[in-house]
Antibody
């Protein structure tokens, strides 16, 4: 059974940093591209970032480019999202997802507020 | 960036049939956009109902189906149940560009 478990969310001040993790199990992690999707309170889904299976290729939405960094450790079956320069508009639930057939995690809430 | 369009809200009667659509500002939606459909209930994570236009997960109720219809991706619900009341999102992939979610359709079963 495919399982994705996000962690690392919390309350952070504007301009601060946070690193999200997504622990994967139930499939061969190193053979799948992975994605981060976020959802601001009361809003729709927003694609944020993706990474190829090897980690060689990364992609970002314009809204996070230059501030967020996606990475993965295939030896640990874990996906990461390093978020720097956080803004109030980054407040959202962050979901990791496996791109093929789109399996979702349960999400982790990031709140950016002073 | 492309804009993906969904009906903001729809209502269906219990036992009724309804089709939700997903259009693209770039033109007709094709299988090459690998349309996905997601269901999200309040306070829950999204779950995938349909991937790559018409493929179902093991948990997808048989009453849901995906297709291409009139230049759009479509999600058809045949025999709506009260538990189908939810927000539905589509996702389209674009060659050489970032994937884009639609704004969502709030489906009411009433």
């Amino acid at each position: 059974e495919v399982q994705l478990l996000e962690s690392g969310g919390g309350l952070v001040q504007p301009g601060g940093s946070l690193r999200l993790s997504c622990a994967a199990s139930g499939f061969t992690f190193s053979t799948y591209a992975m994605t981060w999707v976020r959802q601001a309170p009361g809003k729709g889904l927003e694609w944020a970032s993706a990474i190829s299976d090897s980690g060689d290729n990364t992609y970002y939405a314009d809204s996070v480019k230059g501030r967020f960094t996606i990475s993965r450790d295939n030896s640990k079956n874990t996906l990461y999202l390093q978020m720097n320069g956080l803004r109030a508009e980054d407040t959202a639930v962050y979901y990791c997802a496996r791109e093929s057939r789109y399996y979702w995690g349960q999400g982790t809430l990031v709140t950016v507020s002073s | 960036q492309a804009v993906v369009t969904q009906e903001p809200s729809l209502t269906v009667s219990p036992g009724g049939t309804i089709t939700l659509t997903c259009g693209s500002s770039t033109g007709a939606v094709t299988s090459g956009h690998y349309p996905h459909w997601f269901q999200q209930k309040p306070g829950q994570a999204p779950r995938t109902l349909i991937y790559d236009t018409s493929n179902k997960h093991s948990w997808t109720p048989a009453r849901f189906s995906g297709s291409l219809l009139g230049g759009k991706a479509a999600l058809t619900l045949l025999g709506a149940q009260p538990e189908d009341e939810a927000e539905y999102y589509c996702l389209l992939s674009y060659s050489g560009a970032r994937p884009v979610f639609g704004g969502g359709t709030k489906l009411t079963v009433l």
